[in-house]
């Protein structure tokens, strides 16, 4: 799942909820009106944008300038170990 559809997901949730008192009691054609407002102030709003943005996961990594990571907790022991070996064929700290 990219960020936008998290973000997307997150917003529709909010709007559902706000929606469900009027289910019963709007047409359908004012319910999807209503839908499109609330769905447009709560997307631009500074409060409402940062809230929904705080809702989402958090990024995943999966490529850096200076490190690929498939799985970051098998690769950590070996690269500490692997300078560990480095310091003792150069003869210790330096």
Same mark, same amino acid.
């Given at each position: ?13 909010? /709007?559902?909820?706000?929606?469900e008192?009027? !289910?019963? !009691?709007l ?10 407002? !609330? ?13 929904? &943005? ?5 990024? /995943?990594?999966? &490529? ?7 799985d ?13 070996? &480095? &310091? ?7």
């Open positions: 799942m990219d960020e936008d559809s998290g973000a997307d997901d997150n917003l529709d949730a909010a /709007v559902e909820r706000a929606l008192p009027y !289910l019963a !009691l047409p359908a054609d004012q319910l999807d009106e209503f839908r499109a407002v !609330l769905r447009d102030e709560l997307a631009r709003h500074p409060v409402s944008a940062r809230l929904l &943005k705080q809702l989402r996961p958090p990024p /995943v990594v999966q &490529k850096s300038d200076d490190l690929v990571r498939d970051p907790l098998a690769a950590a022991p070996a690269q500490h170990q692997d300078n560990k070996d &480095k &310091k003792r064929e150069r003869g210790g700290r330096r």
